[in-house]
């Protein structure tokens, strides 16, 4: 049973649009973190979000943590070929469990 | 700073050997965690040292263990191979507490055939 599910899995888009991706769980997170990797490579860390209701940018990419710390969002604006990669989103703090538990991961590819 | 490093990058082994796997952390970070990844079960966590002692432990079986030494320093033990256990496994150091963000390593692609 995946405590974090994110969807969609799998997104392929042009160039120029816009998208979201979702990490939802019925679980509250003390915080909770998104990393890309790209192939060959371990994931880099692109945000943390602690607050309920938080809404934190970095450049074209916008995440939101829900008011009630269960869930997250990721939006990118005017995707570029660059931001091709698989997303993680990775929540922190849960009683008794592991440090951190990640999310399948979404895979976007974004063609020029 | 130099990031995480881990060695080897790439291994193949055949059924029933066992492997030892090096992982570096940045300088400074005393807590190191281990994952394994693969496209079925996605990044799923092993286990965490923090100054030498294991903080953490995820569900895997008594074959996967691992060590901090005392530069904080780890490594990672597969004994026992199995076919399942071709996966990247990838290694991240945090400087401290439970909830540190994770930097993580480039990762040992281990093939078990």
């Known amino acids: 049973t995946q405590l974090l599910e994110q969807s969609p899995q799998f997104l392929s888009i042009q160039e120029g649009e816009n998208l979201t991706v979702y990490c939802n769980s019925s679980s509250v997170f003390s915080s909770l973190q998104w990393y890309r990797q790209e192939p060959g490579e371990g994931p880099v860390l692109l945000v943390t979000v602690v607050t309920g209701g938080e809404v934190k940018k970095l450049k074209r990419l916008t995440f939101q943590f829900g008011d009630a710390r269960k869930d997250s969002s990721l939006h990118i604006t005017a995707a570029q070929p660059g931001d091709t990669g698989l997303y993680l989103c990775?929540?922190?703090?849960?009683?008794?469990?592991?440090?951190?538990?990640f999310g399948q991961g979404t895979r976007l590819t974004i063609n020029p | 700073k130099a990031g995480v490093t881990q060695t080897p990058r790439y291994l193949i082994k055949t059924r029933g050997q066992q492997v030892t796997l090096s992982c570096s952390p940045i300088s400074g970070h005393r807590s190191v965690s281990w994952y394994q990844q693969t496209p079925g079960q996605g990044l799923q966590f092993l286990f965490e040292y923090f100054s030498e002692t294991q903080r953490n432990k995820g569900n895997f079986p008594g074959r996967f263990s691992g060590r901090q030494f005392s530069n904080s320093r780890s490594e990672m033990n597969v004994s026992t191979l199995e076919l399942g256990d071709s996966a990247l496994y990838l290694c991240?150091?945090?400087?401290?507490?439970?909830?540190?963000?994770?930097?993580f390593g480039p990762g040992t692609r281990l093939t078990v055939l």
């Open positions: 991240a150091s945090s400087p401290a507490g439970t909830r540190d963000e994770q930097f």
């Open positions: 990775a929540g922190a703090g849960i009683q008794g469990a592991q440090k951190l538990v």
